[in-house]
C-alpha cells in the first residue's frame, strides 16, 4: 500500500472498513424502516386515522429509526474524512488540494487535521 509501510497500522483504512460495515448496517436498517413505512402507508390508505396508525406503530419508530442511521452515518463518515484527510497529508498532498478534494474551504481541512491530532494526543497521554 503507497504511504504506508508493510504491517504498519493504517487509521484511514480502518475508518473505511468501519464506514462500510456502518454503511452496511445502514442499509440493513433502512431497508427495514422501508418495509415498516410500507406497511403504515397500507393502514393509512385502509381509512385508519394518522393517530391510530402513529399510536399503533412499534418502536423504534420509523423516523426513529431512520434518525438513528443519520447520526450514525454521519459519525463514520466524519472518522473516514479524519483519516482520509490526515493520510493524504502524510503524502504530501497539501491542504489545498485536499480541500478542493473534498469540496470544502482551506480551513475545514485545517480544522480536521487539528481536530485529529488533538484526539491523537489524548489517547497517547498516560492516563
Same mark, same amino acid.
Given at each position: 500500500m503507497a504511504g504506508t509501510p508493510e504491517g504498519a497500522p493504517d487509521p484511514a483504512a480502518r475508518a473505511l472498513q468501519d464506514l462500510v460495515t &456502518?454503511? *452496511?448496517?445502514c442499509i440493513a436498517e433502512l431497508q427495514h424502516a422501508?418495509?415498516?413505512s410500507e406497511n403504515l402507508l397500507e393502514k393509512?390508505? =385502509?381509512?385508519r386515522p394518522w393517530l391510530e396508525v402513529v399510536t399503533g406503530e412499534a418502536r423504534p419508530l420509523v423516523v426513529e429509526s431512520i434518525s438513528t442511521v443519520l447520526g450514525s452515518l454521519a459519525t463514520a463518515g466524519h472518522a473516514?474524512?479524519? &483519516?482520509?484527510? =490526515?493520510?493524504?497529508?502524510? &503524502? *504530501?498532498? =497539501?491542504?489545498?488540494?485536499?480541500a478542493a478534494l473534498f469540496g470544502v474551504t482551506r480551513q475545514r481541512i485545517s480544522a480536521?487535521?487539528?481536530e485529529r491530532d488533538a484526539g491523537r494526543q489524548a489517547t497517547e497521554e498516560p492516563g
Open positions: &456502518e454503511l *452496511d448496517a422501508r418495509t415498516r393509512r390508505r =385502509s381509512g473516514w474524512r479524519l &483519516e482520509q484527510a =490526515s493520510a493524504l497529508q502524510g &503524502e *504530501d498532498v =497539501s491542504i489545498n488540494r485536499i480536521l487535521l487539528r
